[in-house]
């Protein structure tokens, strides 16, 4: 998984955190409509981190790495986030400053135990209106019925670029993420000269795919094995391509044979290939309008009319 395919989700041209919003809704969606059931999206701000890192008095040109070892809570755990604190910063009190953070985020807690303890810290003000910030989603969510958001307010992801709230996909039980994403305001402007904001999210293709096809969230629409069109006169090859075209636009996973051949060759490479239909086009079917069908599974013929054949599949296939 070091190298991956990701698919995106982003708006560019607004700063509003009704964007941020946006997004969690359609994560939200594509997750029900996958399947997945345990699954949350861990918030946090960037600008709420710095502002917490200055209120605990962390140097500016030490905040990067800072955030990268609290960054490993959940994977190394408390006591060897704080010896590593310790080892970086030579400071053995940032490791006790930060426990009440810690014990937030082991507890869980929500979003208004987390905003009451920030209330109790000399946050700088861009470190408050991050806070208002989050203290909207949170109750946008809280509106909409969202019940997936998990403010978590040592959340840091390693890419510096992000400017505003950032958010990671993780499932109960699951080392690793589904996917994160964040505002990233000075990121397309550095490229083109001039000030674009944007917010994004990248689901990561692979381990989505993995888990799905552990739990079985695959259904059957679609896996069913191929019809195959088989062209056996050479002259017949658009006519069979065609015939291929309409088959799929009528909904059918449809095949062609690689090429013009015997129906007995193509009978045996179908075999070979575990696929259940043949349909067989050559001049008799183009002049007829009738098509003949063999179902390997049995070896039955079937002799139809395009329209018919298309019915006769899809009661197959349902």
Not at 60 to 70: I, P
Not at 217 to 245: M, N, S
Request: include cysteine.
């Amino acid at each position: 998984f070091r190298e991956f395919y990701q698919c995106d989700v982003d708006i560019v041209g607004s700063r509003e955190i009704v964007a941020e919003m946006d997004l969690f809704m359609a994560i939200t969606e594509i997750m029900d409509r996958i399947g997945f059931t345990d699954f949350a999206l861990h918030v946090n701000h960037r600008g709420l981190l710095s502002a917490t890192m200055e209120a605990f008095g962390v140097p500016a040109e030490r905040e990067t790495e800072v955030l990268v070892t609290l960054d490993k809570l959940d994977k190394i755990g408390r006591e060897a986030v704080t010896a590593e604190l310790t080892e970086r910063l030579g400071d053995q009190s940032l490791g006790q400053r930060l426990a009440p953070l810690f014990d937030l985020v082991e507890a869980r807690a929500g979003f208004d135990a987390l905003e009451a303890y920030y209330h109790t810290l000399d946050l700088p003000p861009r470190g408050r209106e991050a806070l208002a910030d989050l203290g909207r989603l949170h109750a946008w969510s809280a509106e909409l019925g969202i019940s997936t958001l998990n403010f978590n307010p040592l959340l840091a992801r390693g890419l510096d670029y992000y400017t505003g709230p950032i958010y990671e996909l993780r499932l109960e039980g699951e080392s690793s993420s589904l996917g994160g994403g964040g505002r990233y305001d000075g990121l397309i402007g550095s490229f083109c000269g001039q000030q674009i904001p944007a917010v994004g999210f990248s689901f990561g293709l692979e381990r989505l795919l993995v888990l799905m096809e552990e739990r079985g969230l695959f259904d059957a629409k679609g896996h069913e094995p191929p019809i195959v069109v088989a062209v056996v006169e050479e002259e017949q090859t658009a006519f069979g391509l065609a015939t291929a075209t309409a088959l799929r636009k009528a909904g059918l996973r449809v095949d062609c044979y690689p090429g013009t051949a015997s129906p007995s060759k193509v009978f045996k490479w179908a075999a070979r290939g575990n696929l259940r239909f043949v349909v067989l086009v050559g001049g008799q079917e183009r002049e007829t309008g009738r098509f003949t069908v063999k179902d390997m599974t049995d070896g039955s013929i079937v002799s139809d009319t395009l329209e018919g054949l298309m019915d006769f599949f899809g009661k197959v296939f349902g």
